[in-house]
């Protein structure tokens, strides 16, 4: 009982590339827990339903100069089963996750033996986390935020051998939800 399905299109000329990707998938799924293992274990079929998008833009604008975006969102649904002492075979659990992210990079050329690449980037996570139990329904999850920038130089010396200097800056905030 699973289906997929993703497309994809793309083009390019001298100055512009770009592509643009959606698809989707999605489970009947099966029963994750055996009821004849565990007497809390809820028969039903745990299924997944998944969908994503992506859009690529890159940009040339002269010899050896490059600016690309890239962004990209995936969400998706999943249905599970707890077979703990503390649950019911007729509780239901369902994570729920989002996910996008966004990346700014270019490159570019400052002469002939040096270059220049820097990449900023900004990434989101959340999942929530639904049990419905005969106390009622209850949900918990949490956030994570990631941000990074990222600078490269390179330049040729001769005789090869090459110069290589970065740095990188990353931060990462996570918190519960509803925090």
């Known amino acids: 009982g699973t289906r997929r399905v993703s497309a994809s299109v793309a083009g390019r000329s001298a100055l512009l590339r ?3 990707t959606l698809g989707g998938e999605r489970s009947d799924g099966f ?3 055996n009821p004849a293992l565990s007497s809390t274990a809820n028969p039903d079929d745990d299924g997944h339903r998944r969908r994503h998008a992506a859009v690529a833009i890159e940009l040339a604008p002269g010899e050896g100069q490059e ?3 890239d962004l990209r969102v995936s969400s998706g649904r999943v249905e599970y089963d707890d077979a703990s002492s503390f649950g019911s075979p007729t509780d239901t659990h369902e994570a729920y996750v989002l996910q996008r992210g966004i990346m700014l ?7 002939p033996d040096w270059s220049l690449a820097w990449r900023a980037a900004d990434g989101y996570e959340g999942r929530s986390d639904t049990t419905v139990s005969a106390f009622g329904p209850s949900s918990f999850g949490n956030v994570l935020h990631n ?3 990222a600078l490269d130089a390179d330049a040729a010396l001769g005789a090869g051998w090459t110069a290589v200097f970065g740095v990188e800056h990353g931060a990462q905030q996570h918190h519960l939800a509803g925090e």
């Open 18 to 20: 770009g592509r643009v």
């Open 31 to 33: 029963s994750a827990a």
């Open 67 to 69: 600016i690309a975006l």
């Open 105 to 111: 990079r270019g490159k570019h050329r400052l002469g």
């Open 147 to 149: 941000r990074a920038f």
